[in-house]
Nanobody, 124 residues
Framework: QVQLVESGGGVVQTGGSLILSCTAS????????LGWFRQVPGKERAFVAA????????YYGESVKGRFAISRDIASNTMFLQMNSLKPEDTAVYYC?????????????????WGQGTQVTVSS
């Protein structure tokens, strides 16, 4: 059973940068996609970005394109989210998860093995 642990959250000013990490244990990945989602109180969890482990191919939600970059380190079984030009509306709890489908998806229901989340707060 895979376990995912997010880290790297914190408080940052508008325009600043932050790097989140998602470290996996219990299995290694091959033809899998891992993704980042975020959630604010009272709203549904929203897709941020995802990466295919074997190819490194990526896809992003519209609100973060050009500002965020997803990557992975196969040796350490870790996924990263580089967040630049942060805005107050990026404030949320950020989660990582594994895509259970063999094709790209941005639907929360298609992902599983969720981590516990890490809080990101962008102050104005």
């Amino acid at each position: 059973q895979v376990q995912l642990v997010e880290s790297g959250g914190g408080v940052v000013q508008t325009g600043g940068s932050l790097i989140l990490s998602c470290t996996a244990s219990g299995r290694t990945f091959n033809r899998d996609a891992l993704g980042w989602f975020r959630q604010v109180p009272g709203k549904e969890r929203a897709f941020v970005a995802a990466i295919w482990w074997n190819t490194g191919n990526t896809y992003y939600g519209e609100s973060v394109k050009g500002r965020f970059a997803i990557s992975r380190d196969i040796a350490s079984n870790t996924m990263f989210l580089q967040m630049n030009s942060l805005k107050p509306e990026d404030t949320a709890v950020y989660y990582c998860a594994v895509n259970r489908l063999p094709y790209s998806s941005s639907r929360t229901a298609d992902f599983g093995s969720w981590g516990q989340g890490t809080q990101v707060t962008v102050s104005s």
